[in-house]
Nanobody, 125 residues
Framework: QVQLVESGGGLVQAGGSLRLSCAASGRTLSMYAMGWFRQAPGKEREFVARISRSGGITYYRDSVKGRFTISRDNAKQTVYLQMNSLKPEDTAAYYC??????????????????WGQGTQVTVSS
């Protein structure tokens, strides 16, 4: 098993930046492809970005391409989501997730085995 804890959320003005972190404990992080998801009130949880086990392959939802960057430091057992040029529509609870069955990762929320508790991101206009 792996335990995940997100941090770095907060309140920011539109156009600002935040960096989310996802700290893992338990099994070694390099055994998992990782994803970031978000959920706004009244909406379903949606895919944001994913990264392969080694960090060499990443993928993003269209609305965040060019603004968000997912990365990982397996030695530090941490995954990051750098968010720039934030928009009010990015407001949501952000979750990191681990998938131990694939190498590259997936956008399917149901494929992930472990989840963090989430961190709130609020972008004011």
């Amino acid at each position: 098993q792996v335990q995940l804890v997100e941090s770095g959320g907060g309140l920011v003005q539109a156009g600002g930046s935040l960096r989310l972190s996802c700290a893992a404990s338990g099994r070694t992080l390099s055994m998992y492809a990782m994803g970031w998801f978000r959920q706004a009130p009244g909406k379903e949880r949606e895919f944001v970005a994913r990264i392969s086990r080694s960090g060499g392959i990443t993928y993003y939802r269209d609305s965040v391409k060019g603004r968000f960057t997912i990365s990982r430091d397996n030695a530090k057992q941490t995954v990051y989501l750098q968010m720039n040029s934030l928009k009010p529509e990015d407001t949501a609870a952000y979750y990191c997730a681990a998938d131990g069955t694939v190498i590259i990762g997936t956008e399917n929320v149901n494929e992930y085995d472990y989840w963090g508790q989430g961190t709130q991101v609020t972008v004011s206009s």
